[in-house]
Nanobody, 127 residues
Framework: QVQLVESGGGLVQAGGSLRLSCAAS????????MGWFHQAPGKEREFVAA????????YYADSVKGRFTISRDNARNTVYLQMNSLKPEDTAVYYC????????????????????WGQGTQVTVSS
């Protein structure tokens, strides 16, 4: 069982930066690939970024490439999302998630591959 708690959201002006953190409980954190998703009002939850269990590979949605960076610290059981050059269209609730299968990345953009989700943190970017 893995429990996830996000933090770091807030209100920022366009062009600004935020760093989201996701603290995980459970001794198997380092065995699972992790992802960040976001969901805007009235829209479906969308893939933002993913990272393999060891941190060696990362994946991004086209809309955030070059602006966002996902990373993890397995010693601290934490995954991060550094968000730079924020745009109003980045406004959403951001969720971190842990994949259900250990040592697997597979279809990292598919919400159905993730078994554990945090409660979400609101990011609002003003124009």
């Amino acid at each position: 069982q893995v429990q996830l708690v996000e933090s770091g959201g807030g209100l920022v002006q366009a062009g600004g930066s935020l760093r989201l953190s996701c603290a995980a409980s459970g001794r198997t954190f380092s065995a699972h690939s992790m992802g960040w998703f976001h969901q805007a009002p009235g829209k479906e939850r969308e893939f933002v970024a993913a990272i393999t269990w060891g941190g060696g590979q990362t994946y991004y949605a086209d809309s955030v490439k070059g602006r966002f960076t996902i990373s993890r610290d397995n010693a601290r059981n934490t995954v991060y999302l550094q968000m730079n050059s924020l745009k109003p269209e980045d406004t959403a609730v951001y969720y971190c998630a842990a994949m259900k299968d250990a040592h697997y990345i597979g279809t990292y953009y598919d919400t159905r591959q993730y078994a554990y989700w945090g409660q979400g943190t609101q990011v609002t970017v003003s124009s």
